[in-house]
């Protein structure tokens, strides 16, 4: 309960933003119309390989990205969708530099009403481009 707390708090104290997933490009683990909530002050951090992260999309200046963190350079990072068959990701647009990055889902929001904390230091889940 305490961890709720604290994320709620976060939140009203604008170090935490909601977003809705669109589309399947992270199903199983996220689907469309889920609701996350991100750490937008760890914006500066590199994240971790694994991480469920938002990002800027590099392709259009109005939007945002759900993606995994597949791996990093010095300053950039690669990102990965759960769901390769219905996704556009690094593979299509290349690594992104860190400044693209909003911060990492800490928590997931189902519409029926179910919370899930999503895992600090979680697994990729697919590793080729197939």
Same mark, same amino acid.
């Given at each position: 309960?305490?961890?709720?707390?604290?994320?709620?708090?976060?939140?009203?104290?604008?170090?935490?933003?909601?977003?809705?997933?669109?589309?399947?490009?992270?199903?199983?683990?996220?689907? +469309?119309?889920?609701?996350?909530?991100?750490?937008?002050? +760890?914006?500066?951090?590199?994240? !971790?390989?694994?991480?469920? %992260?938002? %990002?800027?999309?590099?392709?259009?200046?109005?939007?945002?990205? %759900?993606?995994?963190?597949?791996?990093?350079?010095?300053?950039?990072?690669?990102?990965?969708?759960?769901?390769? +068959?219905?996704?556009? !990701?690094?593979?299509?647009?290349?690594?992104?530099?860190?400044?693209?990055?909003?911060?990492?889902?800490? %928590?997931?929001?189902?519409?029926?009403?179910?919370?899930?904390?999503?895992?600090?230091?979680?697994?990729?889940?697919?590793?080729?481009?197939?």
């Amino acid at each position: 309960m305490f961890r709720v707390a604290k994320e709620l708090v976060a939140w009203l104290c604008a170090r935490r933003r909601w977003y809705r997933v669109r589309g399947n490009s992270m199903y199983p683990t996220l689907k +469309a119309d889920d609701c996350v909530l991100v750490d937008t002050r +760890a914006r500066s951090a590199k994240p !971790d390989i694994g991480r469920i %992260v938002v %990002v800027h999309d590099p392709e259009r200046s109005d939007a945002w990205l %759900v993606k995994r963190v597949a791996s990093h350079g010095d300053n950039t990072f690669a990102l990965q969708s759960d769901n390769p +068959a219905d996704a556009r !990701d690094s593979r299509q647009f290349g690594s992104l530099e860190l400044d693209a990055l909003i911060g990492p889902v800490t %928590v997931l929001f189902t519409p029926d009403g179910k919370l899930r904390w999503l895992p600090d230091h979680p697994t990729l889940k697919h590793t080729s481009d197939s």
